[in-house]
T-cell receptor, first 115, second 115 residues
Framework: DTEVTQTPKHLVMGMTNKKSLKCEQH?????MYWYKQKAKKPPELMFV???????INESVPSRFSPECPNSSLLNLHLHALQPEDSALYLC??????????????FGDGTRLSIL | AQSVTQLGSHVSVSEGALVLLRCNYS??????LFWYVQYPNQGLQLLLK??????LVKGINGFEAEFKKSETSFHLTKPSAHMSDAAEYFC?????????????FGSGTRLSIRP
């Protein structure tokens, strides 16, 4: 069982829809991450939150909007997505964003399909 | 800056045979190294990590890896493959510098097990 929970597991949406991906962890971790993973590729970092503040934005288009309401929750708001945004979206957490000896713990992801 | 190279995008072994997945890294600072496994339709699961200390690291599911600084390698091995080991494996590095929040993934190696 994964300790990082992502909902929904699958999402199909049109290009004009607005939807949100949710991620939750109860391990007391203070860093949380969003990744995008295309088929047969490694995960690509999108955003990093450290102590509920956005610390890294990897030049992600504004149609993706992250939010960290508290230390346990991470959302990714989606609006006006393009077909190329179809992918597996992974959330991860680690004890601290700046301590690089700590591994990241991943959720099982949300598989997103854009029609 | 850090980088990771995984040699072989696909490795196929017989059940019961030795598994060897190769990973070489480049880092300007002492690296922290990780191996992750991804089963179909799941997120990434940490197999093992090297931070400091003993260079032979044991992980879950019978896997181990040896950190060899002179060869800048961190190859993953398992003495006897099992059908359940079929998955995608990612080697990853994090550095102890200002980019510590980022984890750099290799391109991945798909492991197939022949009956």
């Amino acid at each position: 069982d994964t300790e990082v929970t992502q909902t929904p597991k699958h999402l199909v949406m049109g290009m004009t829809n607005k939807k949100s991906l949710k991620c939750e962890q109860h391990m007391g971790h203070r860093a949380m991450y969003w990744y995008k993973q295309k088929a047969k590729k490694p995960p690509e970092l999108m955003f990093v939150y450290s102590y509920e503040k956005l610390s890294i934005n990897e030049s992600v288009p504004s149609r993706f909007s992250p939010e960290c309401p508290n230390s346990s929750l991470l959302n990714l708001h989606l609006h006006a997505l393009q077909p190329e945004d179809s992918a597996l979206y992974l959330c991860a957490s680690s004890q601290s964003g700046t301590a690089s000896n700590q591994p990241q713990h991943f959720g099982d992801g949300t598989r997103l399909s854009i029609l | 800056a850090q980088s990771v190279t995984q040699l072989g995008s696909h490795v196929s072994v017989s059940e019961g045979a030795l598994v060897l997945l190769r990973c070489n890294y480049s880092s300007s600072v002492p690296p922290y190294l990780f191996w992750y496994v991804q089963y179909p339709n799941q997120g990434l699961q940490l197999l093992l990590k090297y931070t400091t200390g003993a260079t032979l690291v044991k992980g879950i599911n019978g896997f181990e890896a040896e950190f060899k600084k002179s060869e800048t390698s961190f190859h993953l091995t398992k003495p006897s493959a099992h059908m359940s080991d079929a998955a995608e494996y990612f080697c990853a590095v994090r550095g102890g510098d200002s980019s510590a929040s980022k984890i750099i993934f290799g391109s991945g190696t798909r492991l197939s097990i022949r009956p």
